[in-house]
């Protein structure tokens, strides 16, 4: 299984940006895909999960101004960020996780500064 980020950046306090993660190979299902993001010197922290079945989890920090999706036909997972803080700089990892197994992508950087 691997696991593609992409839709990072750099933007300015109050914009927006979509991440996106595409999963390829042997896909197991039921699974949770989840964002995870991890700023220098801080450990990574989950930000929101979506289960197969429809279970959701945000981080209180992005509750009402982040969205996380998936389309399973495409194996992919968003995350829609509004309202972006310089707060929300880190590297966004994109997690699949099933029963026994878990894969994470690469990371991509998103940087919020004016």
């Known amino acids: 299984v691997q696991l593609v980020e992409s839709g990072g950046g750099l933007v300015q306090p109050g914009e927006s940006l979509r991440l996106s993660c595409v999963a390829s190979g042997n896909i197991f299902r039921p699974n949770v895909m989840s964002w995870h993001r991890q700023a220098p010197g801080n450990q990574r922290e989950l930000v929101a999960s979506?289960?197969?079945?429809?279970?959701?989890n945000y981080a209180g920090s992005v509750k009402g101004r982040f969205t996380i999706s998936r389309d399973d036909a495409k194996n992919t997972v968003y995350l829609q960020m509004n309202n972006l803080e310089p707060g929300d700089t880190a590297v966004y990892y994109c997690?699949?996780?099933?029963?026994?197994?878990?894969?994470w992508g690469q990371g991509t950087l998103v940087t919020v500064s004016s």
């Open positions: 997690k699949l996780e099933g029963t026994f197994l878990h894969y």
């Open positions: 979506l289960g197969s079945a429809g279970s959701l």
